[in-house]
């Protein structure tokens, strides 16, 4: 190895100058990332198990050839609007577009938050709401769920009361536990706290209660939605945010300006036109989800928690995640996420719901790691 030079020193001076400049709390901070084995049956992100028929995808691109390129996209795609409000049955003007709905989180905790305020969400949940509000310069308040993984909305409520939180966010169902809020929760919510409550649907075609039906209602409730995961458009990144019309209108002043690209826009209204087609296939992989829990619920050691989500949380009593994560991928060609590394999931992993054929994969590979 060579030996350090003196330029090797400057250099290392002149990147800690650089990252001093950077918040503290941003570099104490994980960065969201993933890095993945390649495997014969990919079961770790919580996609759609199927891609768009060639039929589909032509559609989308016929259709995008025809727009001119080299011009930058409506400011505020219209016609894309309107057909989002009749999907999900709101007003047009409280609707915005985002490059996958990770960019409308953002959007909305910049609008929000700033320094010293706090956010409330349940723990564990996706990690994005707790890197987001520390580069923001807010406090991330994390509120364990019941046993079992089941909300705890008396939890939350207190802890949203004592911290004056300024956002609650809720992913329902939420990932990685597959949980799913209990009727009238946000209700609750909405009546003890003054907070906004930032709702993240990304898996809620799948199952349990939506948050849209109280925007008529109230203000303080922000809704998102991905095509990501029912529609499997994850490949093109694609994204809602639903919200009353002033409220909007703020969170759309951090949304970057054209955020969403030609192609994109396009096979968003070309899939939103054949909603039929997906219902189905959500119906499939529901009860596929079903299927591979009762397949796995008698397993020695393994609990399966229930989901409303596309995905399972298994739970080992007495094998290490990662041992049984590594025997998936090195025996049998099956990746599914390890998420033992968050301290209430040390014994978890999780698993997508992929086609039935890779779920019967799944579920005999777990039998032999298992000896079952």
């Known amino acids: 190895?060579?030996?350090?030079?003196?330029?090797?020193?400057?250099?290392?001076?002149?990147?800690?100058?650089?990252?001093?400049?950077?918040?503290?709390?941003?570099?104490?901070?994980?960065?969201?990332?993933?890095?993945?084995?390649?495997?014969?049956?990919?079961?770790?992100?919580?996609?759609?198990?199927?891609?768009?028929?060639?039929?589909?995808?032509?559609?989308?691109?016929?259709?995008?050839?025809?727009?001119?390129?080299?011009?930058?996209?409506?400011?505020?795609?219209?016609?894309?609007?309107?057909?989002?409000?009749?999907?999900y049955?709101?007003?047009?003007?409280g609707i915005l577009v985002g490059n996958?709905?990770?960019?409308?989180?953002?959007?909305?905790?910049?609008t929000t938050l700033?320094?010293?305020?706090?956010?409330?969400?349940?723990?564990?949940?996706?990690?994005?709401?707790?890197?987001?509000?520390?580069?923001?310069g807010a406090r991330y308040a994390g509120v364990p769920f019941?046993?079992?993984?089941?909300?705890?909305?008396?939890?939350?409520?207190?802890?949203?009361?004592?911290e004056q939180a300024r956002v609650i966010v809720l992913n329902t169902p939420n990932n990685p536990t597959g949980s799913a809020l209990p009727d009238g929760a946000l209700e609750r919510l909405l009546d003890a706290t003054s907070a906004l409550l930032v709702v993240d649907e990304a898996y809620q075609d799948f199952g349990g209660p939506s948050a849209i039906p109280l925007l008529a209602t109230s203000p303080r409730v922000v809704v998102l939605r991905t095509?990501?995961?029912?529609?499997?458009?994850?490949?093109?990144?694609?994204?809602?945010?639903?919200?009353?019309?002033?409220?909007?209108?703020?969170?759309?002043?951090?949304?970057?300006?054209?955020?969403?690209?030609?192609?994109t826009l396009t096979a968003a209204s070309v899939l939103l036109a054949h909603a039929g087609r997906h219902a189905e296939a959500v119906a499939t992989i529901v009860a596929t989800r079903e299927r591979t829990r009762e397949q796995l619920a008698g397993l020695p050691g393994l609990t399966v928690h229930p989901s409303a989500a596309n995905?399972?949380?298994?739970?080992?009593?007495?094998?290490?995640?990662?041992?049984v994560f590594r025997r998936l991928v090195d025996d049998h060609g099956i990746l599914l996420r390890d998420v033992s590394g968050t301290p209430e999931l040390r014994h978890c992993l999780r698993l997508s719901i992929g086609t039935p054929d890779e779920m019967e994969a799944t579920v005999r590979?777990?039998?032999a790691v298992l000896g079952a």
């Open 114 to 136: 700033g320094t010293g305020d706090t956010l409330v969400a349940p723990t564990p949940t996706f990690a994005l709401y707790r890197l987001m509000a520390s580069v923001l």
């Open 227 to 263: 095509f990501s995961k029912a529609l499997g458009l994850a490949g093109l990144r694609f994204g809602a945010a639903l919200a009353h019309p002033a409220v909007a209108r703020e969170i759309a002043k951090a949304k970057l300006p054209y955020n969403v690209n030609v192609v």
């Open 1 to 87: 190895m060579p030996h350090p030079t003196a330029a090797d020193a400057e250099l290392a001076e002149a990147i800690a100058d650089a990252l001093a400049l950077i918040k503290p709390a941003v570099r104490a901070q994980a960065a969201y990332t993933l890095v993945a084995p390649a495997t014969r049956i990919k079961l770790n992100q919580n996609e759609h198990p199927l891609d768009l028929p060639e039929a589909l995808k032509r559609e989308i691109l016929e259709r995008a050839i025809r727009e001119p390129w080299n011009r930058y996209p409506e400011f505020a795609p219209r016609r894309l609007l309107e057909q989002l409000a009749a999907h």
């Open 146 to 162: 019941a046993p079992g993984f089941a909300y705890d909305v008396d939890a939350i409520i207190r802890r949203a009361q004592s």
């Open 365 to 367: 590979a777990l039998r």
């Open 89 to 93: 049955g709101w007003d047009p003007d």
């Open 311 to 323: 995905f399972l949380l298994l739970e080992f009593a007495d094998r290490a995640p990662a041992d």
């Open 100 to 110: 996958g709905s990770n960019e409308l989180i953002q959007a909305t905790l910049a």
